[in-house]
């Protein structure tokens, strides 16, 4: 018998100025023993970080990799960007979760099943300008298939970002070695903590990074 919890979760970003609205988010968490949708701490610093930089998020075309529970990607959809939401395409349950979730938020994004390392008919055809992905190091045997194919798909997009958020347990000297192997290069640097508004700050334990990766050969201006 499988045991199954669901909640509903409601993530709140506030506007700064008269003309700037607040958004919510609702993400449906769900927990059952072989798998679980959680909204992870990397997730609520990513996601901040695009409502913060909204204005360069908007229209965009956006691709979010492994996105589980889809709060970054969300986000970036309510502030006006093109969104593809991406997980492992063995998963299905996952991608239904995020359609579901799509649907509670009224979102149009596309939600697609896309397996690290694997070469099939979808990847060839994504030409997004930013690749978000949060949490997404946490696993150093799936390292090299992620770095794979986040080069292949900055290769596909001239002067695209990725922009992924992970804890400092992940083991920089092997993120480093594999951004060199894939022709990789960080181009920004933050603590997690650093722009996080305080109420929220208050409520995430752990040292938390986000960095911003291009290729190596192309130059990339902020």
Not at 29 to 47: D, H, Q, R, T
Not at 91 to 102: A, G, I
Not at 188 to 210: C, E, R, T, Y
Request: charged share 20%; proline share 3%; aromatic share 10%.
């Amino acid at each position: 018998m499988t045991t199954t919890t669901t909640t509903i979760s409601q993530h709140e970003f506030d506007g700064d100025g008269d003309s700037e609205t607040s958004i919510s988010i609702s993400i449906i968490e769900n927990m059952k023993e072989e798998y679980g949708l959680f909204v992870w701490p990397c997730s609520l610093i990513l996601a901040e970080y695009i409502w913060q930089q909204r204005s360069r998020f908007r229209n965009s075309s956006i691709l979010e990799l492994g996105a589980g529970t889809s709060l970054p990607g969300l986000v970036a959809a309510k502030i006006g960007a093109n969104v593809t939401l991406t997980d492992d395409a063995t998963k299905p349950e996952v991608l239904d979760n995020m359609r579901s979730v799509c649907e509670l938020n009224k979102l149009n994004c596309n939600v697609t099943g896309l397996t690290w390392g694997v070469w099939d008919a979808p990847i060839f055809e994504m030409r997004p300008n930013i690749i978000l992905g949060a949490d997404v190091l946490y696993d150093s045997s799936a390292f090299d298939d992620l770095f794979a194919t986040v080069s292949f798909l900055l290769q596909s997009s001239p002067d695209s970002v990725f922009i992924t958020t992970y804890h400092n347990r992940s083991g920089h000297h092997l993120i480093e070695f594999l951004m060199v192997k894939w022709g990789l290069k960080c181009i920004k640097l933050l603590d997690g903590f650093s722009f996080l508004p305080s109420h929220k700050a208050s409520l995430l334990g752990g040292n938390i990074q986000l960095v911003e990766i291009v290729l190596s050969s192309k130059t990339h201006q902020l």
